[in-house]
């Protein structure tokens, strides 16, 4: 079974870049859709970004055209570069891994969090204006 590991979190001030990764042991997670979500204090979790075994994209609304998600197969990890961040982007962030294996998947199964089977611990996000 995998288990995942999110860091490169910390606080930062408005208009700056981080890169969080997400780290996975126990077994690859190549074959699989990796996402990101995200929750900040007294909001429901949220999706943010995924990646499917093919490699295609899928990014929230809120922070299309200022992030990138990145997998390193290699290394077993999965990265997001958010630039531009704002005092909304705060929030504990969480890289999820689903059970599906398939080639093609839809965009919607990318942004169901229900369809994500393991979770990391989460890392801290912390914008500052």
């Known amino acids: 079974q995998v288990q995942l590991v999110e860091s490169g979190g910390g606080l930062v001030q408005a208009g700056g870049s981080l890169r969080l990764s997400c780290a996975a042991s126990g077994r690859t997670f190549s074959d699989r859709v990796i996402g990101w979500f995200r929750q900040a204090p007294g909001k429901e979790r949220e999706f943010v970004a995924g990646?499917?075994?093919?490699?295609?994209?899928h990014y929230a609304d809120f922070v299309k055209g200022r992030s990138a998600i990145s997998r390193d197969t290699a290394k077993n990890t999965v990265s997001l570069q958010v630039d531009n961040l704002k005092s909304d982007d705060t929030a504990a962030y969480y890289c999820?891994?689903?059970?599906?294996?398939?080639?093609?998947?839809?965009?919607?199964?990318?942004?169901?969090?229900?369809?994500?089977?393991?979770w990391g611990q989460g890392t801290q996000v912390t914008v500052s204006s």
């Open positions: 990646i499917t075994r093919t490699g295609d994209t």
């Open positions: 999820a891994t689903t059970s599906r294996t398939a080639f093609f998947v839809p965009s919607t199964y990318v942004r169901t969090q229900d369809n994500y089977v393991t």
